[in-house]
């Protein structure tokens, strides 16, 4: 059993579901377990399905432990503290994740998302390292790709993260989280992926909001990235005055030639969001 190592500052986090001001440690942003309020919930129930006397313990932490309860009701209780408001999912929603004794994730492992992620064994020298809060973001345009058919982005690599997918209309990445600092320089490589042994030339643009405010519509805030058959390859360097913290990157693919705007629909191709934490 995975001992559940709750020190005071741990259990403080819990009253954010009252002062919902708790956040996260640098160390933390830094491992990649940024999650979505969905995607906490997600978390919560792979626990739950493969953990549930960790659960329990958190529980037991957290409230009475005097008190005779079933474990069951345990668990819905710490549930509805963690992820709900008047019975609707929070978006300050609270995930446990996990690290060393040093509150890091060297060995790169994370804990399920989702109830239907197989029971992964938590590394035996791994812990509950903290209660993170899911990022407030803006509410941003939703877009996507109107064909799939031909061409996809198979890859995007930037900073830490390396992510590799294959064709939809519109990807959702805002679970991996690209670390930069705002006085360096990011070289951003996309690779298009084709349905079959015909390529075609893509076009690519990249969209950051740099300054927080839910749009990508300010200046430096969209960028051409290229058009190419192959990976394409485009330095990224925050503008002066770029805010730090969470934001969101979005990219997107188009063999007919894409848009400076962020929220218009790609005709062939794909889109993908992602989040960067800028330092």
Excluded at 83 to 110: I, V
Excluded at 159 to 166: L, R, Y
Excluded at 184 to 194: C, I, V
């Amino acid at each position: 059993m995975l001992k559940v190592m709750l020190t005071s500052t741990l259990i403080a986090s819990f009253a954010a579901t009252i002062a919902p001001s708790a956040q996260a440690n640098t160390t933390l942003f830094e491992s990649r377990d940024v999650l979505t309020p969905q995607q906490a919930l997600g978390r919560f129930q792979w626990l739950e399905k493969c953990y549930p006397g960790l659960l329990v313990e958190v529980s037991d932490n957290i409230f009475d432990p005097t008190t005779p309860i079933p474990n069951d009701e345990k668990i819905a209780n710490l549930k509805k503290v963690m992820l709900y408001k008047n019975s609707t999912l929070r978006t300050d929603a609270k995930y446990l994740t996990f690290g060393d004794e040093d509150n890091a994730n060297p060995k790169n492992w994370f804990a399920g998302k989702s109830p239907n992620t197989s029971c992964l064994q938590i590394p035996s020298d791994y812990r509950i390292s903290a209660v993170m809060v899911t990022p407030a973001m803006p509410n941003y345009c939703t877009t996507k790709s109107r064909e799939r058919a031909y061409e996809f982005i198979k890859s995007v690599k930037f900073s830490n993260i390396e992510n590799t997918s294959s064709n939809t209309f519109y990807s959702n990445y805002v679970g991996d989280t690209a670390k930069i600092y705002a006085d360096r320089s990011y070289q951003l490589t996309l690779t298009p992926g084709f349905s079959s042994a015909e390529t075609y030339p893509e076009t690519w643009h990249v969209f950051i909001d740099w300054n927080q405010d839910g749009d990508f519509n300010d200046t430096k805030e969209t960028l051409f990235a290229g058009v190419s058959e192959q990976a394409a390859q485009v330095e990224i360097t925050p503008p002066t005055g770029a805010k730090k913290g969470m934001t969101k990157m979005r990219v997107t693919m188009d063999y007919l030639g894409g848009s400076n705007d962020a929220c218009k629909e790609v005709d062939s191709g794909e889109v993908e969001d992602y989040l960067l934490y800028v330092k």
